[in-house]
């Protein structure tokens, strides 16, 4: 089976999502010993599915169905494509219920690297990198939603575009439990996770782009098309009022 080492995830994962108690049930078993080493939460690479297999384990049937963790996608799409993806999309009602952060073992170090993925994702986004103790980085950041200067690490917040209670309620609540680590600690797009000022993060919270927009009108067609991106990426669904909505601010803002 899988060597995952992420601890209370699979309590977590047991006790409140019981679509997912069958793979749960085997992660559990084994070998698998939960550590935890200081504030970084450990997983090894190897407890990934190879991102081309389907996996073996039975898996929730319900629409949609994420068979494999999707490859990276690093390439820069257009208002035009991201209305085509918007196409591709499934329309449906948020699965509400049974959310839990921890379900999704933030923050976590997928890459080995020693450093967890917020921290990576804050030195990635450094506009001018002063110094690196370790995995801390000094430096300048720039807030993608309101276009303000962050001059200390201790004011930068890296953001989930799509937040995990979004993502949950659109199709990770149905995922094995590490779909949901990998999307949670995503470091290899670099849409999913985003460096952003705490005001702008907290006005945010768990908002789809129906209820909420980056205040810096230049940054509204960026957040739009990742927006787009990341649900399609990862065979997330829309409800109607957000496909709505972002269908049509793209038409009248972004094309
Ligand atoms: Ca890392
Ligand atoms: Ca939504």
Redesign the pocket.
């Known amino acids: 089976m899988v060597g995952l080492t992420v601890a209370g995830v699979v309590r977590m994962a047991s006790e409140d999502d019981k679509a997912v108690t069958p793979f749960a049930a085997a992660l559990a078993s084994d070998d698998n010993v939960p550590t935890t080493e200081g504030a970084i939460t450990t997983v090894a690479l190897t407890s990934l599915p190879p991102t081309t297999t389907a996996l073996t384990s039975p898996i929730p049937t319900t629409d949609p169905v994420l068979l494999a963790v999707p490859d990276p996608s690093a390439q820069v799409i257009s208002a035009a494509d991201a209305l085509g993806m918007l196409d591709e999309i499934t329309v449906g009602l948020e699965h509400r219920g049974g959310y839990n952060r921890d379900q999704f073992a933030v923050w976590s ?3 080995g ?1 020693g ?3 917020r921290q ?1 994702v804050s030195a990635e986004e450094a506009f001018t990198t002063i110094a690196r103790d370790g995995c801390g980085t000094d430096g300048t950041w720039r807030s993608a939603y309101d276009g303000l200067t962050l001059s200390s690490e201790a004011e930068v917040e890296v953001d989930h575009v799509v937040a995990l209670k979004e993502a949950w309620e659109s199709g990770a609540w149905a995922w094995p439990v590490e779909f949901r680590i990998s999307y949670a600690n995503d ?1 290899a797009d670099s849409r999913t996770l985003i460096a952003v000022s705490a005001v702008s993060n907290n006005s945010k919270s768990d908002d789809d782009p129906a209820n909420w927009l980056p205040s810096d009108p230049a940054a509204v067609c960026n957040y739009l098309i990742d927006w787009v991106a990341i649900k399609h990426r990862w065979h997330l669904t829309m409800d109607q009022t957000e496909w709505e909505q972002v269908r049509t601010e793209l038409e009248s803002r972004c094309i």
């Open positions: 170090d997928l890459d690297n450093c967890d993925a990576d470091t």
